[in-house]
């Protein structure tokens, strides 16, 4: 029932910065919001992914130390601050609320929104 928006995307070149944010609502989060992504031709993997009520974060290897996952007050919007951009993160990216199973796997996740392309120019 939750809905998901995705906004922030947008071109930068090598280097630079973007910050995304996921929109909910109808219903708030789940346990867990994540951050995911897909490139052409390869599959939908995890980025990030935080607790609403502990605040604790979950950050995939690829992106530890650049990019940064936080929410609101209000905990209805999450968001994902990226720095240090590189081309292989060119992407579209997605944010989901967790249903069950392992926060680090995309079929654990549910409500996904319609992503946010993010392209990095080298």
């Known amino acids: 029932q939750v809905q998901l928006v995705e906004s922030g995307g947008g071109l930068v070149q090598a280097g630079g910065s973007l910050r995304l944010s996921c929109a909910a609502s109808?219903?708030?989060?789940?346990?867990?919001a994540g951050w995911f992504r897909q490139a052409p031709g390869k599959g939908r993997e995890f980025v990030a992914a935080i607790n609403w009520g502990s605040g604790n974060t979950y950050t995939a290897n690829s992106v530890k130390g650049r990019f940064t996952i936080s929410r609101d007050n209000a905990k209805t919007t999450v968001y994902l601050q990226m720095n240090s951009l590189k081309p292989e993160d060119t992407a579209t990216y997605y944010c989901a609320a967790h249903y069950a199973g392992s926060i680090y796997e995309r079929e654990s996740f549910r409500s996904w929104g319609q992503g946010t392309q993010v392209t990095v120019s080298s």
């Open positions: 109808g219903r708030t989060f789940s346990t867990y």
